[in-house]
């Protein structure tokens, strides 16, 4: 099975300032990458899915942006961050278990928590 | 629009006790389904999946799957305050790369 690590773990930033959350994924290659985020007292929402170097899908307008510059990295940004950019930013992957099992199981990595002020 | 819905709670359940988390889902077409675990500032675990109607168990989770009518649900037996979480339901469409659509999530806290 895969790793996944993000950085930063914790971010505090005020409004109007840049974004960078960086994700890079260990023990598989080109796999589907997903960035959810999960704001206070919400579910997680899906805000883009890559399904190689360069493909991006956008689920939700925002203000964000997403790359994949390389094949195992995953990169979420925002030129300026908005009050309603605070959440806890997950970057996922499939683990896929095998035909018998039929179905990519999403591990997701340990997040960056940001904090707009 | 995929929605999956879960019951926010919480749900308060006495050690030793059987803790029932339920899901609902609106695509009738869903194939893949999946019960996370998310402690307090982390990132969600994977506890159970299941894929066919019926039980599924594993340990002290039993997953039961109803696509007639659309639920799922998570039944934990013999509860532990270590168990005490939110729960999330996810939902896929297939098993290929379509997203998984997440619950928002069952908050369970067992009472020693």
């Known amino acids: 099975s895969q790793t996944i690590h993000q950085w930063p773990a914790t971010l505090v930033q005020p409004v109007g300032s840049p974004l960078s959350l960086e994700c890079t994924v260990e023990g598989t290659s080109n796999p589907n990458l997903y960035w959810y985020r999960q704001a206070a007292g919400r579910g997680l929402q899906l805000l883009f899915y890559s399904v190689g170097i360069g493909q991006i899908s956008s689920e939700v307008p925002q203000n964000l942006s997403a790359s994949r510059p390389q094949d195992r990295q995953f990169i979420l940004s925002s030129k300026k961050l908005l009050l309603s950019d605070s959440g806890f930013y997950l970057c996922?992957?499939?683990?896929?278990?095998?035909?018998?099992?039929?179905?990519?199981?999403?591990?997701f990595g340990a997040g960056s928590r940001l904090t707009v002020l | 629009q995929k929605e999956v819905e879960q019951n926010s709670g919480p749900l308060s359940v006495p050690e030793g006790a059987i803790a029932s988390l339920n899901c609902t889902y609106s695509?009738?077409?869903?194939?893949?389904f999946f019960w996370y675990r998310q402690y307090s500032g982390k990132s969600p675990e994977l506890i159970m999946s299941i894929y066919s109607n019926g039980d599924k168990e594993d340990g002290r989770f039993t997953a039961q799957l109803n696509k007639a009518s659309q639920y799922v649900s998570l039944l934990i037996r013999d509860s532990q305050p270590s168990d005490s979480a939110t729960y999330l339901c996810?939902?896929?469409?297939?098993?290929?790369?379509?997203?998984?659509?997440f619950g928002k999530g069952t908050r369970l806290s067992v009472i020693a």
């Open positions: 996810a939902v896929n469409l297939d098993s290929g790369n379509t997203p998984l659509v």
């Open positions: 996922a992957c499939p683990d896929y278990q095998g035909v018998s099992s039929g179905a990519n199981v999403l591990t």
């Open positions: 695509d009738r077409v869903s194939q893949s």
